[in-house]
């Protein structure tokens, strides 16, 4: 059963860098691909990163490239998301997903999302 928890977020200034983590119960992620998503209030739904099963990272959101790194530590069963140079419209609520099946592709992904969801962990970015 798949039971995502993310952690790591916070209330940090614009420039400063946050690393947020995702685990699955102490589960591998291996037969997943992964996605980090975010939603600021009143905005739609980004999807920010997304890893494929295979390792490769598949996307990443314009706004954040350069800035934002998705990776997996498989030993640690946990997946991150790096964030540098942190903005204040970088605020938002960050949620981690997991996909199975073939890779949707980050048009798919953007408007239906994945299969699994965490409850989230909120960034806030002061100016």
């Known amino acids: 059963q798949v039971q995502l928890v993310e952690s790591g977020g916070g209330l940090v200034q614009a420039g400063d860098s946050l690393r947020l983590s995702c685990t699955n119960s102490g589960r591998t992620f291996n037969d997943y691909h992964v996605g980090w998503f975010r939603q600021a209030p009143g905005a739609k739904r980004e999807f920010v990163a997304g890893?494929?099963?295979?390792?490769?990272?598949?996307h990443v959101l314009d706004s954040v490239k350069g800035r934002f790194t998705i990776s997996i530590d498989n030993a640690k069963s946990t997946v991150y998301l790096q964030m540098n140079f942190l903005k204040p419209e970088d605020s938002a609520k960050y949620y981690c997903a997991l996909d199975e099946g073939a890779w949707g592709g980050s048009s798919w992904y953007d408007h239906h999302g994945m299969n699994y969801w965490g409850k989230g962990t909120l960034v806030t970015v002061s100016s």
């Open positions: 890893l494929h099963k295979n390792g490769d990272v598949l």
